[in-house]
């Protein structure tokens, strides 16, 4: 990650105050409160379709200050991570860096800061030179904070749109990719998950009702088709509009399989359906296994290493730990928060780790500071 000719957040930004961890995504933007000692206090999560438009962003802003009134004053510290540079909204990631910066900047004031990896936290006006190390780094926010806790894992954070798999070793973060397009070919990203994802780009083939048929290349029906059906995506996670504009109900998401295979939902009965919604999870389990499979490959030493499950899909990583018998820990586990919020916080953890991350640094300032003043006395 390129460090050249950045300016570094203060760390004096972040040692008093709640903090605010913003996890700023092409399709939802998630956020979590936690106080300056690192206790997390609440998490929430908002359907943002960047892609459309950055009013997107400023009407989610809107919403976050309605929710948090603290976060519109000069007390609130906020901490972002971001992915959704990628959208097509900006013709190339510097650009979206250097947008969603400014427009978070003009909104959430001066105790603002970016994650940046190795690169440290940066200013908005940093981000410009420093964007790839701001861009698409959620993921190693939530494994740099994961590290402290389990040492030896693979963090697998399964959400709407993709799946990240993430080595841990030694207390380190161990993946051999710094970048979406690097992750993609070591098999650390995969751009699968269980909400928004096309049918169409999950198989080109599958069984139905005992014989194996083609896939319809349209935009008929979505993973959460499947995962209604199955019974596993609760609806607070289902944010986006189905394939048709359709409801979300079980008869909707059955007729909407059905058009995948060339049929309608009244040729036979639910059961079957289920049953045809359970092959298209068999197959993207496959599909994700295949690439932990590919990511253990490169770490032997974690052959037996549990799996630390985050994301909405993450149902999926604690059955690949079934099936692997491996250990599993669900990161709502590990950030420490009530349980009535353990659901949340391992739904959006992102927005929790970058949460955490600065309020412990925020923490390791005011003991230097405090020992500074100790010597000088």
């Known amino acids: 990650m390129s460090t050249a000719h950045v300016t570094h957040a203060s760390s004096a930004t972040l040692d008093s105050g709640p903090v605010f961890g913003w996890d700023v995504g092409g399709a939802h933007v998630k956020v979590s409160m936690a106080d300056a000692s690192g206790v997390v206090l609440d998490i929430a999560q908002w359907a943002c379709p960047l892609w459309q438009g950055l009013d997107h962003l400023e009407r ?72 790839r190390s701001v861009a698409s780094a959620n993921w190693l926010a939530t494994a740099r904070w994961v590290a402290t806790r389990v040492p030896d894992a693979l963090l697998i954070d399964i959400g ?45 083939r599958i069984e139905f009702a005992g014989t194996a048929v083609n896939v319809m290349n349209e935009w008929f029906a979505t993973t959460a088709d499947v995962y209604r059906l199955t019974g596993e995506l609760a609806p607070q996670y289902d944010l986006y509009p ?39 999870r068999e197959l993207q389990l496959r599909e994700i296994g295949v690439n932990l499979a590919r990511v253990t490959a490169a770490h032997p030493e974690l052959a037996t290493a549990p799996l630390v499950g985050a994301g909405c899909g993450r149902f999926l990583a604690a059955a690949l730990a079934r099936e692997e018998a491996r250990g599993y820990i669900d990161f709502g586990t590990l950030a420490s928060v009530p349980a009535s919020r353990s659901d949340w916080a391992a739904t959006c953890a992102p927005s929790v780790a970058v949460a955490l991350l600065a309020a412990a640094r925020g923490g390791e300032a005011a003991d230097e500071n405090r020992s500074a003043a100790s010597r000088a006395a």
């Not at 800061?113 to 410009?128: E, K, P």
């Not at 030694?170 to 650390?188: F, I, K, M, S, Y």
């Not at 699968?192 to 198989?203: E, F, H, N, S, Y």
């Open 60 to 131: 989610t802003i809107d919403l976050v200050f309605e929710r948090w009134p603290l976060a519109h004053t000069g007390a609130a510290q906020h901490a972002v991570t971001m992915t959704g540079e990628m959208v097509d909204l900006f013709e190339d990631r510097a650009q979206g860096v250097r947008a969603i910066a400014a427009a978070l900047a003009e909104r959430l004031g001066p105790r603002l800061c970016f994650y940046a990896g190795d690169a440290g936290w940066l200013t908005a006006q940093a981000c410009a030179a420093g964007w």
């Open 160 to 204: 709407s749109t993709t799946t990240d798999i993430i080595p841990l070793a030694g207390g380190r973060v161990v993946a051999r990719a710094a970048t979406d397009a690097g992750r993609l070919a070591t098999g650390e990203l995969v751009y699968q998950g269980v909400v928004r994802t096309p049918l169409c780009g999950v198989a080109q």
């Open 242 to 280: 189905c394939a048709d504009q359709g409801p979300k109900t079980e008869n909707a998401s059955r007729t909407r399989l059905a058009r995948m295979i060339g049929r309608d939902a009244h040729e036979t009965d639910p059961a079957e359906w289920r049953r045809f919604a359970l092959r298209w």
